[in-house]
């Protein structure tokens, strides 16, 4: 068992490759947070080497924007590790763009759809409470 959670929170209005996009995105983002949930790197039998993978499982719940953003004031409140995804970074394509088109959100509004949550257990499962895991 993990003292520490990760949990991957998706709109469930967005198409399919959106979502796997989404997630794609903020595991890379989880990673680079917490460097330390990074295993060593995968051997076969022949000696060919592969990159590390988390050490740790990773949940993907999903959620209407009111979801998300509970959970986004939750993490706030509880001090967890978050990454966001706002509807806006779509339209974008590079990271300086996504940066800028976040820092234009209401933070009191934002329009999320994805967030990745990293932290204490409980307060994890305090953020996600009552969410469905994404089918």
């Not at 003292?3 to 469930?12: G, L, M, P, S, Y």
């Not at 959106?18 to 903020?26: I, P």
């Not at 509970?70 to 409140?77: Q, S």
């Not at 509807?87 to 509004?109: I, L």
Request: cysteine-free; hydrophobic content about 45%; overall charge negative.
């Amino acid at each position: 068992m993990f003292d520490t959670k990760i949990a991957f929170i998706v709109r469930n209005d967005l198409a399919h490759w959106q979502r796997m996009n989404v997630v794609a995105f903020l595991a890379t983002g989880i990673a680079s947070a917490a460097p330390e949930i990074l295993g060593e790197p995968y051997v076969d039998a022949r000696g060919h080497e592969y990159g590390s993978m988390s050490i740790q499982p990773m949940l993907v719940f999903e959620a209407g924007l009111d979801g998300l953003q509970k959970a986004h004031r939750i993490g706030l409140e509880r001090g967890l590790t978050m990454l966001p995804y706002v509807f806006a970074m779509f339209s974008t394509g590079h990271d300086e763009a996504n940066r800028a088109v976040f820092q234009e959100e209401d933070p009191d509004n934002l329009q999320l759809v994805g967030l990745a949550l990293r932290g204490p257990r409980k307060a994890v499962d305090k953020a996600i409470k009552g969410l469905p895991l994404h089918p």
